[in-house]
């Protein structure tokens, strides 16, 4: 096949990324555009559909304008369980309600009632949470009865963008595992918890693997982009799976730790292995086939910027005068602190907790605080207190029969030195970092090139584009020791916590 490019793009919380890849691998050009988030009451998270439709257009024509060469295929991801209603006439009925909507814990209560707790384990793989998709349209249906009457489509964030761009209505099998409504084994929606919830199966669009084709490029698209009409765009994945296609976590023995503003841990599985307890997540992979375990806490590299934003504005003025990153200066204050903290603990769960809590009252805290704590102590505490928090769903991964050798390590916390050596001593694996690190969307690219037939599969994609460095960071014995006796501390905060009233 001639030469050409693959595009990438994320419908990303805070905005829309596009990537243009090569077909060996190399980012040629990268574009985004922001858009609000709406909060319209506590707890609430909305975003308006057209608003990402909107980004999307601007991004797109910007990298149409930078393509040196042919566009061969387009891969969608983004943000996972929101809920985008349509009407009959495919109009957006309301706001889309996000990931990190916290309204709908009565619709949770009432699932597992309709459906049965150990019943919705077993076919959908998780439990009932307030930011997977299908209790929102239950919320829809209690909460605002002339929207719920009039809805006839029922859309993940970026399949609202595939339909946009292709005019069809589609989603992938990743993407679809967060809505609580898919049959994990199956792969395809469950006609057990659609009867259960009354929930119509002609709403729910179909569902293909991560590299099918679900459509292409309309001409009114491509008056809109200057992308070429009859361009394929895949069926892509969910953020995280597409972002595992990106460094590589394909096969068996590979996993992922990504640290942004959360922290993931992300294990590729062949087979589903549904966690019995419901900490895990177990989700369908962009991987044709295939599957993965993930562990996630809310407020990983939050709790940092959160650190940053509201007590080091000391710091933030230094930094901005001599030209350095804040962060930089936090760590390096940290880095002075020895290992442990003296004594001193943080609990990152200042949004409420994921995993392994799944109690969105969950909130944060320094125990152990005394007179000799300074800044550089809160601030070596939080790094520590993170690792801690990821250490839950690394041990919970392990339990399920899940051990990668190493972990992938991404997203802008892996940057620092410290936090790399705190987090390889606290977990007690290896980690490794990417040549090029771009996120979901350069694993949705891959993806893009498989169903354009660039490549053969996902492993060929990932052979010739994904680079390892090849230095790892190694856990360090010591302290790993260390680290291990200040964990067994740490797992027993939030239960007395909690037992205290306290959150």
């Known amino acids: ?119 919705l384990k077993r076919i959908a793989g998780n439990p009932a949470l307030a930011g997977f998709q299908a209790p929102k349209i239950l919320w829809l249906r209690k909460n605002e009865p002339e929207n719920y009457a009039r809805v006839r489509h029922i859309l993940l964030p970026k399949d609202y963008i595939r339909f946009k761009l292709t005019g069809e209505l589609a989603t992938d099998a990743s993407d679809a595992a967060g809505t609580l409504l898919l049959d994990l084994k199956k792969r395809d929606w469950s006609e057990e918890i659609l009867s259960a919830l009354s929930i119509p199966r002609e709403w ?180 520590e207190g993170v690792a801690f928090a990821l250490k839950d769903s690394w041990v919970r991964i392990q339990r399920l029969g899940e051990s990668p050798p190493e972990l992938r390590a991404v997203g802008g916390g892996m940057q620092s030195p410290l936090w790399r050596r705190i987090m390889a001593s606290v977990l007690g694996v290896p980690l490794r970092r990417l040549v090029v690190e771009e996120g979901a969307a350069y694993g949705a690219a891959l993806l893009s090139g498989v169903g354009a037939g660039v490549y053969r599969d996902v492993h060929e994609a990932v052979k010739r584009a994904v680079r390892l460095r090849e230095e790892r960071e190694e856990p360090h014995r010591a302290l790993s020791s260390l680290y291990a006796g200040l964990y067994e501390r740490y797992v027993r905060l939030y239960p007395a916590l909690k037992e205290a009233g306290i959150f």
Request: proline residues 6%; glycine residues 14%.
């Open 204 to 383: 729910l669009p179909k569902v293909y693997e991560g590299p099918e084709i679900t459509g292409t490029v309309t001409a009114e698209a491509e008056s809109l982009t200057g992308i070429s009409k009859g361009t394929p765009v895949v069926a892509g994945g969910g953020d995280n799976a597409a972002s595992a296609v990106g460094v590589g976590v394909v096969e068996e023995g590979t996993g992922l730790l990504s640290l942004g503003t959360s922290g993931v841990i992300f294990v590729h599985t062949e087979v589903p292995r549904p966690d019995p307890k419901g900490a895990i997540h177990c989700f369908c992979h962009a991987v044709p086939g295939k599957y993965h375990l993930m562990g996630v806490v809310l407020s990983a590299g939050g709790s940092l910027q959160w650190y940053r934003d509201k007590l080091s504005s000391e710091e933030k003025e230094v930094a901005e005068r001599i030209g350095m990153d804040p962060y930089e200066i936090l760590t390096k204050e940290a880095e002075r602190i020895p290992p442990g903290a003296d004594g001193l603990l943080f609990l990152p769960y200042l949004s409420g907790e994921r995993t392994p809590h799944m109690d969105p009252e969950a909130r944060g805290a320094w125990v152990g605080l005394s007179f000799a704590h300074g800044k550089g102590h809160l601030v070596r505490a939080v790094l």
């Open 1 to 119: 096949m001639a030469e050409g490019l693959l595009l990438g793009l994320d419908i990303g919380t805070g905005g829309a990324k596009g990537i243009l890849v090569s077909l060996e691998g190399e980012v040629v050009a990268r574009a985004t555009a922001s858009y609000p988030l709406h909060t319209p009451r506590p707890g609430w998270a909305e975003q308006d559909p057209r608003d990402w439709w909107e980004a999307s257009l601007k991004v797109l024509r910007e990298l149409f304008q930078k393509a040196q060469g042919e566009i061969l295929g387009i891969g969608l991801t983004g943000q996972m369980h929101g809920a985008v209603f349509l009407d009959g006439k495919l109009q957006v009925l309301r706001p889309a309600i996000l990931w990190n909507d916290a309204r709908t814990g009565e619709e949770c209560r009432e699932i597992k009632e309709l459906v049965g707790k150990e019943r």
